[in-house]
């Protein structure tokens, strides 16, 4: 019986191979996109662990102790364990260091004596030879623009004076988990070791390990247990295959959750198939109900029916299936080639893609499961008529509507608990769960939306008019092809919202925080008149002005004071009513140890003193340190005549790129000593930059979801043209025009497009504003709406025309046919 149910599946596909093009197409890209992601996945943890196994590849035991252990001694000890050809130190330092081009902070490791344990290569220049030299990556010599020669200053933590090193090579540590990550530089030993003396290293509390290499027939687990029993027992002892295993478990953590997060847009891709699959089997079931009447007839059973049908969406999943797993496995490659993820290979992983596999099959054969059992119950003689009866159309599910109503309402009331909590995961909860009951109720709600939306149809006269009719004839076709495009659709505005939402209320916490977006700050002397004028002609920087500072000799309260000019004050987002020349602004520290808001304090710098009424305020914070008093620069010109600029301040044009701005003036001030940046600006381009670029890959994944429920679109279309062969034909009887045709299936399809992603748009905004909600107030900030118009709309046009895009080859099918042909009997 299995047997002649393929074999009959297998007449149908041949007979009628395109009506399947796009189920295999939606099967294609869901299973492709899981498929994908395995493979990127798989092979961004092997290179991880490729990187982490940099360092100790060429080593066998690592030797590591805390911050009480003499490393000397303890490297003397290693060194005198028998079995042991060689072992060094190799210590890491997080030094500052400044140049003509860059500052910052250096990661700087101990080049190894033994070329054996060299793990990167030299590409450029020399190996350092002596302490006044410093081997740097090839990133950081791109980030920084040092180069060969180029003069390093290095402040250590310890209390050491500067010291000036000379670029002496540049090195590939593409191999290393740190490359690219921060600054990285190579020096020698002596050099490291001093300057790690009160480093703060993420590193366990030591400054670096002792690694150990193995004489020559001696094991590393037998070298590991003589240096164990040699060194103190608060010392680790591990081979370094031990090491790679457990750092390899700390860092692949990203891997897995990137995995995770991935396959969640995964999942959505393949609802979308899934939508996109039972309904195409819905139409062709409905258009096979003489076919299947005749089955009956002739004596087939309702257990025939089912398995015929579940027979060809097996034949079809399988197709799909495979070109999906071929196709994901080239994207997940590629993707991890162009994202430089691929440094120890492509890996596919064998059983997790061959159950993906098989698992398109079976949802395949799940999704075509319930269209499969309606048509097994229709009755031989009710099969054979030829329009499905009224009343069965019509008729509404009972059990659908109570569990869509439960759904629905179950996930408003979690929705707002969240909102009122607040807490993040109980609006996701709620947000799953009055989406799938918005999808289940989309059958009752759609019609009546298609009907007022369909009288914007009669602007292209008949063929618009008979477009709305068809679009909203049959409510459950209709629903099924635009559910999938409102779910990707949805997806992708409630990103959009959320993450507008969010840079709206950070922009909104930081000029609470920050009354200036540009604050650059001396720690000592005064700031140069041209650093002045460049930041003035800084592309923008819409104002900019001065504040000029002096020490305090007596006050009370503070140490210096700053005093404000009317350029510098119109750079504030707003001018605070206490700056006035009798008032000096006071950090809340200060006032919390016993000065008081009103308070009259006397106030003497070197040009004599003055009295002010003591006042509060956030504008405190853009003193030069923590402990500055601001006033206004009239103010200070009296008490110090000689005060200098001391700080700059800056407000940036409301359309500049502020990582561009920030880039700019990190540059202008790197060659300039005690110089730095603050102030709103540069944490909001940090920020905005790390939300946009997350924002970017999420909406190019849901993409996919809404690919898939286009094609939907196109094969509902399709299949419709088959399916009112005649009816088209007895319209081109009538006097309608094959462009006319081809303009109705056009407005039909803009229709539904239309109609479903504005209903995504529309609960892509709650769901957006619930979630930023949420998650704002669950870190307790304050939350505001914002909602980017443009890019919703952009989505709708995108939508639309993207549907008129699949209507074209229906189309044109149903174009092709002449009114004779079309009306033979078929």
């Known amino acids: ?70 490393q000397q001694k303890l490297l003397s000890t290693v060194r005198a364990v028998n079995g042991v050809d060689e072992a060094e130190y190799q210590p890491t330092a997080m030094p500052e260091f400044s140049s003509a081009g860059a500052r910052g902070v250096l990661r700087l490791d101990a080049v190894p004596d033994d070329p054996r344990l060299r793990w990167f290569d030299l590409t450029s220049g020399t190996w350092p030879s002596s302490a006044d030299q410093i081997l740097i990556d090839a990133a950081t010599a791109a980030s920084t623009t040092l180069q060969l020669g180029s003069p390093v200053t290095i402040t250590g933590h310890d209390g050491t004076d500067p010291l000036t090193v000379t670029v002496v090579g540049i090195a590939d540590t593409t191999a290393s988990a740190f490359s690219g990550a921060q600054n990285q530089a190579f020096a020698a030993g002596s050099l490291v070791s001093k300057l790690s003396l009160g480093s703060e290293l993420s590193l366990g509390g030591d400054s670096g390990p002792i690694v150990a290499i193995a004489a020559s027939g001696v094991s590393a687990e037998q070298l590991r247990g003589d240096i164990a029993t040699a060194v103190p027992a608060n010392v680790t ?126 949802f395949t054969a799940l999704a075509a499961y319930a269209p499969a059992s309606r048509a097994m119950r229709i009755a031989p003689l009710a099969a054979l008529r030829p329009v499905a009866d009224a009343a069965e159309l019509k008729r509404a599910s009972v059990l659908r509507l109570s569990v869509a109503g439960v759904l629905t309402l179950l996930g408003v009331v979690l929705m707002v608990a969240a909102v009122t909590v607040p807490a993040l995961l109980l609006g996701m909860a709620g947000g799953a769960l009055s989406a799938c009951g918005i999808l289940l109720l989309t059958r009752t709600f759609l019609p009546g939306a298609l009907r007022v939306v369909g009288r914007l149809g009669g602007v292209f006269g008949p063929p618009g008019r008979l477009a709305a009719a ?61 650093v002045v004028e460049a930041v003035a002609n800084v592309d923008g920087i819409r104002t900019s002005g001065v504040a000029i500072g002096a020490a305090l000799e007596s006050s009370g309260i503070g140490t210096t004071i700053l005093g404000v000019g009317e350029e510098a004050a119109a750079a504030l987002a707003a001018v605070p009513a206490e700056l006035r020349d009798d008032t000096v602004i006071v950090p809340s520290h200060l006032l919390s140890a016993g000065l008081s808001v009103g308070d009259r304090i006397t106030v003497r710098a070197s040009g004599g003193s003055s009295e002010f009424t003591v006042a509060a305020g956030t504008l405190a914070r853009q003193g030069i340190n923590g402990d500055s008093l601001i006033t206004t620069a009239a103010a200070i010109a009296r008490l110090a005549p000689d005060a200098a600029p001391v700080a700059v301040w800056a407000a940036v044009d409301p359309d500049a790129d502020l990582a561009t701005v920030t880039a700019t003036l990190n540059r ?18 940090a920020i905005g930059s790390e939300l946009g670029t997350v924002i970017t890959l999420a909406t190019a994944l849901l993409a996919v979801a809404v690919i898939i429920a286009i094609v939907g679109i196109g094969n509902t279309l399709g299949l419709s043209v088959i399916e009112r062969t005649r009816e088209s ?82 189309a044109r099918r149903a174009a092709r046919a002449t009114p004779t042909q079309a009306l033979a009997e078929v």
């Open 470 to 530: 068809n679009a909203h004839r049959n409510p459950g076709r209709a629903a099924a092809t635009t559910a999938a495009l409102m779910l990707g659709v949805g997806l992708i505005v409630t990103l959009q919202v959320g993450a507008s939402s969010a840079q709206a209320s950070l922009d909104r916490n930081f000029a609470e925080r920050y009354p200036v977006d540009i604050a650059i700050t001396s720690t000592g002397s005064a700031i140069a008149p041209g």
């Open 729 to 810: 034909a007895l319209l081109r009887a009538l006097g309608l025009h094959r462009r006319q045709l081809r303009l109705m299936l056009a407005v039909e399809a803009a229709l539904l497009a239309g109609v479903g992603a504005s209903i995504g748009v529309l609960a892509g905004i709650g769901y957006g504003w619930v979630g930023a909600a949420s998650a704002f107030g669950q870190a307790g900030g304050p939350m505001v709406l914002d909602i980017p118009w443009g890019q919703l709309g952009l989505v709708l046009l995108l939508a639309v025309v993207a549907a008129l895009l699949a209507s074209v080859m229906p």
């Open 1 to 70: 019986m299995r047997s002649r149910s393929i074999a009959a599946a297998w007449a149908q596909l041949r007979a009628y191979p395109t009506r399947m093009v796009a189920v295999v197409l939606a099967i294609v890209l869901g299973v492709g996109f899981v498929a994908a992601t395995l493979v990127f996945g798989a092979t961004f943890r092997a290179s991880l662990g490729a990187a982490v196994s940099a360092r100790y590849v060429p080593t066998d035991v690592v030797v590591t102790g805390d911050s009480s252990v003499d």
């Open 668 to 685: 202008l001030i790197a060659p300039e000593d005690g110089l730095s940046l603050g102030g709103s600006a540069p944490e909001r381009a």
């Open 237 to 362: 002892v591990q081979t370094s295959a031990t090491q790679i295993e457990q750092d390899l478990a700390r860092v692949t953590g990203g891997a897995t959750v990137l995995t995770i997060v991935l396959l969640g847009f995964a999942i959505t891709a393949v609802v979308a198939s899934g939508i996109v699959i039972a309904n195409t089997f819905t139409i062709l079931l409905t258009q096979r109900r003489r076919h299947i009447a005749l089955t009956r007839c002739i004596g087939g059973s309702r257990g025939q029916v089912r398995s015929e049908v579940l027979a060809e969406a097996a034949l079809v999943g399988a197709i799909g299936a495979v070109i999906g797993v071929a196709a994901g496995i080239g994207v997940g490659v590629l993707g991890a080639r162009l994202a430089g993820l691929d440094a120890a290979g492509p890996v596919l992983p064998p059983l997790p893609l061959l159950f993906t596999g098989l698992g398109g099959i079976a």
